[in-house]
């Protein structure tokens, strides 16, 4: 079956970078739009960014914009999220997503990667 697999979560100072790795496995990733969502303590798990399999003109969440940039590399199936400036309400687990369009990867992904936690103190 199709695996989203995440890496590179780790604890992190504020003001600091950080970037997220997630490999495709089984899945025609050049047909796929990719994107990431996060799930902080206590809250509803939010969109943050997505990115069509062109790579063209991706979407990021108000709380992100300027801050995250999202990428990809059809080659290696894997997307990348990069993440400058971080604050502490960055802190979430973040979670690696997969549907054939953005407008549904936006709402209900097809498939979701396993997670990898972001922590960043102050």
């Known amino acids: 079956q199709v695996q989203l697999v995440e890496s590179g979560g780790k604890l992190v100072q504020a003001g600091g970078s950080l970037r997220l790795s997630c490999v495709a496995s089984r899945l025609p990733f050049n047909n796929y739009a990719m994107g990431w969502f996060r799930q902080a303590p206590g809250k509803e798990r939010e969109f943050v960014t997505a990115i069509s399999w062109s790579a063209l003109n991706p979407y990021y969440a108000d709380s992100v914009k300027g801050r995250f940039t999202t990428s990809r590399d059809n080659a290696k199936n894997t997307v990348y999220l990069q993440m400058n400036s971080l604050k502490p309400e960055d802190t979430a687990v973040y979670y690696c997503?997969?549907?054939?369009?953005?407008?549904?990867?936006?709402?209900?992904?097809?498939?979701w990667g396993q997670g990898t936690q972001v922590t960043v103190s102050s």
């Open positions: 997503a997969a549907s054939r369009t953005i407008g549904v990867l936006r709402t209900t992904p097809q498939y």
